[in-house]
């Protein structure tokens, strides 16, 4: 509804038109202002700016949105922006680009960023469709008013188009707009200032090594060397260790300051730097600097003006060495010190042998002095005086606050315990004596591994009048015959002076060692190369070089009688004893002839006690304690055998044994686990165990009492442990020994074959 023209335009005398309306919406028409370009209008027209040269409503129109989507022209332009406040230039030229875009006759005008050009750009002019300035006020910028050499005048600024693309160049042809060649833009004369070279205030001086830093970090040359100063008073050869950073090329130089020399250890000689060939002297203070600073107004410090040298007046550039110029025999010159580099370590070598191919890395021998030529003077040291061990005697000697004597370390962890293999060697030994009292005397000796010590225990029988005790405590024991009140170090006992047949005179006592356990034949047995009393070998071939001149009538005499099916041929131990020391008497030891029943065992046991003899035992000590934790027993077993087979290690149920409290002694227990059945790998069948400690399933009577400790001990066997025969065989075949008739039917053989292969 319109407004009545003759009420005045004031509050309440006009009426609302937007009562009741719902849609504010502004309505807009495509309009078309040239042959196949449109843009949005207003208001409709009924023919269009431009006549068409088909008639109304023949030709088919398309709009342009649909028509033209994506396309858009672009032209380059550019403006000159006025700048203030600086005495160089007062304006610049920008370049810009100007994008129309066809489907809606919209523009965007936007600035190429340039990196650290200090200016915002990117778009100046956001997507829009732009007016025209005045006095032409009623339409927008279009195609027409686009081409090179025009000069759009947009939102108060003036572009100058001096390009355009090929699509835009293509475009325009095609609608009948004829566009120019393109315009050459002018200079900048911001841009051509900065063309001009001007020095530097603050010049880059130094020198990018961060490759080299990274490649070589840590990784350092080491040469040796010495500098001969003998020509100077009191002079003498100095060794020299040189060091050469491959990440920076700098050097220092180290020396290798002698014992007692008189001198501090530790010397620097040269500080990590650069080390010039050519020396002449110091340079001044300051020629070093990476710049020259000049002054070039007024002598007045608070007024004077200084800058930085750029053309680098008065520099001298210097050579220094590099890693090419080192090598084995090199002289090099140290400020005004020859060097020569004599070797280098291993890591050096391979750095010149991959790099330069040297392979020849001989190393030079340095001068020697006066005092090196001469022999050095051993250090006296004065005879033992029997105070105390030899060890802390000597101890005196070096120092005013002796020290106690180190103890081999590497020794100790060597032949230390380590579960069940005690690394101590125990022997059985009587007593020499005219004292018919002291031959009935027996004694335990230990050899201890760790330190070479000696224990000796006395084994005593009841009414002998001897106690039972300790008979000599741990320690090393001195050879005898020998001078003690020496300066030179006495010997001692050591494991290979023990043996069976062995004579020992400890402090004036003699001893016969006539046994040994079991764990003392097999350490000496698998350590051999220390022990030639077990060496197999050896005794094989003693006994071979004994026998090969009555080999005949030794295998006629003590040869067992044939056996008729495959039955090995064993000889029992006494027999084969007295046969061995018939031919060699007093050339063979004891343990030599031990050694050789144990190697060639028929692996027969022999039980010196019966399964029912220990099992007896066992009952009378369960019955004397009143002992009834059987189930508490069965039920620890079935706990460590979680998978219920039946069978547990030998130390896991001797564990078991000892921590249900058996009353049971050590050597009983270990005598009773030896003779229980056992698997295949060795593990017992704990339910043996339980039917052979019940004293309800087939009792026993009582046994007559012995000392347990004794009476099932190793020491208290007569005859060593040799199995029940020896395989006489395997004897003979080791022996290797051929007689007269053997020796003449292997020459028979061999000639028979040889005309077997001629014919």
């Known amino acids: 509804m319109l407004r009545a023209p003759v009420l005045p335009c004031l509050p309440g005398f006009n009426f609302d038109r937007n009562l009741g309306r719902t849609r504010f919406h502004r309505s807009q028409h495509f309009d078309k202002i040239h042959q196949g370009v449109y843009y949005l209008s207003e208001k409709k027209s009924n023919f269009g700016r431009y006549p068409s040269i088909y008639p109304r409503g023949d030709a088919q129109e398309i709009p342009p949105w649909l028509a033209y989507d994506g396309q858009r022209l672009t032209f380059k332009a550019y403006y000159q922006e006025t700048v203030e406040e600086t005495w160089k230039t007062s304006f610049r030229i920008r370049l810009v680009t100007i994008s129309f875009f066809l489907e809606d006759g919209t523009m965007k005008i936007s600035e190429p960023i340039v990196d650290n050009s200090g200016l915002e750009q990117g778009v100046l002019v956001r997507r829009q469709r732009i007016p025209m300035p005045d006095p032409v006020r009623y339409r927008f910028y279009d195609i027409i008013d686009l081409n090179i050499g025009k000069e759009p005048e947009i939102f108060g600024r003036v572009y100058k188009i001096v390009d355009c693309d090929k699509f835009t160049r293509r475009f325009l042809n095609r609608m009948g707009i004829p566009v120019p060649d393109p315009i050459e833009i002018p200079k900048d004369p911001y841009v051509e200032a900065r063309k001009i070279p001007a020095f530097p205030k603050k010049p880059k001086r130094k020198i990018d090594r961060l490759g080299n830093f990274l490649k070589y970090d840590k990784q350092v040359l080491r040469f040796y060397g010495y500098w001969d100063d003998t020509e100077s008073p009191y002079g003498t050869v100095h060794e020299l260790e040189i060091h050469y950073y491959l990440a920076d090329d700098t050097m220092e130089i180290k020396e290798n300051v002698p014992a007692n020399s008189g001198r501090d250890s530790g010397f620097m000689f040269v500080k990590r730097t650069k080390i010039p060939k050519f020396y002449s002297g110091l340079d001044p203070i300051g020629a070093e600097d990476p710049f020259t600073i000049l002054n070039v107004m007024g002598e007045d410090a608070n007024r004077s003006y200084a800058m930085i040298d750029a053309l680098d007046a008065g520099l001298t550039q210097k ?25 280098m370590d291993a890591f050096t070598k391979e750095y010149y042998r991959k790099k330069y191919g040297l392979d020849d890395f001989t190393p030079l021998e340095r001068p020697r002095q006066k005092e090196e030529i001469c022999k050095p003077v051993e250090k006296y040291v004065p005879p033992y005086n029997g105070f105390g061990s030899y060890e802390d005697s000597l101890g005196n000697c070096f120092s005013m606050m002796p020290k106690p004597p180190k103890t081999d370390f590497v020794k100790f962890l060597h032949y230390d315990k380590q579960g069940f293999d005690s690394r101590v060697l125990r022997f059985r030994a009587n007593m020499i004596s005219n004292i018919p009292e002291n031959m009935d005397r027996h004694f335990i000796v230990r050899v201890y591994l760790i330190d070479d010590s000696i224990s000796i225990f006395e084994l005593t029988k009841r009414n002998s009048g001897f106690r039972r005790c300790l008979f000599l405590k741990k320690m090393p024991v001195m050879l005898p015959g020998q001078n003690v009140f020496v300066s030179k170090k006495p010997g001692y006992y050591k494991p290979e002076h023990f043996y069976i ?15 040994a356990d079991f764990y003392a034949f097999r350490y000496m047995e698998l350590n051999c190369e220390k022990f030639p009393k077990a060496n197999i070998r050896l005794i094989i071939g003693k ?6 001149p009555v080999y005949k009538e030794f295998i006629e005499k003590h040869s067992p009688p044939p056996t008729t099916d495959d039955a090995i041929q064993t000889v029992e ?34 039980e010196s006690h019966t399964r029912e003899y220990v099992r007896q035992l066992i009952h009378t000590e369960l019955h004397r ?33 000892r921590g ?46 012995i000392n347990v400790k004794t009476a099932l001990w190793w020491a208290s066997e007569q005859e060593p442990d040799c199995g029940a025969g020896i395989n006489w065989c395997s004897f003979v075949k080791d022996l290797d020994i051929k007689t007269d008739d053997e020796a003449l039917r292997i020459d028979e053989n061999k000639g028979k074959e040889v005309e077997a292969l001629t014919n």
């Open 573 to 606: 131990y006494e027999k084969f004893r007295k046969a061995i020391r018939e031919y060699l008497g007093d050339k063979i030891t004891e343990h030599e002839i031990i050694t050789m029943a144990r190697h060639y065992s028929s692996h027969e046991k022999k």
């Open 501 to 515: 047949g062995a004579r020992l005179n400890i402090h004036g006592f003699h001893f016969l060692i006539i046994s």
């Open 543 to 548: 006994v071979r070089r004994a026998l090969t």
């Open 660 to 705: 249900c409290r058996i009353p049971l002694d050590v050597e009983l227990i270990n005598s009773m686990l030896d003779h229980l059945r056992k698997n295949a790998e060795e593990k017992i069948d704990y339910n043996d165990l339980m039917e052979f400690i019940d004293v309800k399933i087939k009792p026993l009577p009582p046994a007559v009492p």
């Open 319 to 343: 050579e220094y060495y590099k890693d090419n110029e080192l090598s084995i025999g090199a002289k090099i010159n140290v400020f005004g010190r020859t060097v020569v580099i004599t070797d």
């Open 625 to 657: 304690n009143l002992w009834n934790d059987a189930d508490r027993l069965k039920e620890d077993l079935l706990h460590w055998d979680r998978e219920r087979t039946g069978y547990l290690l030998r130390h896991t149920v001797y564990t078991v044994l």
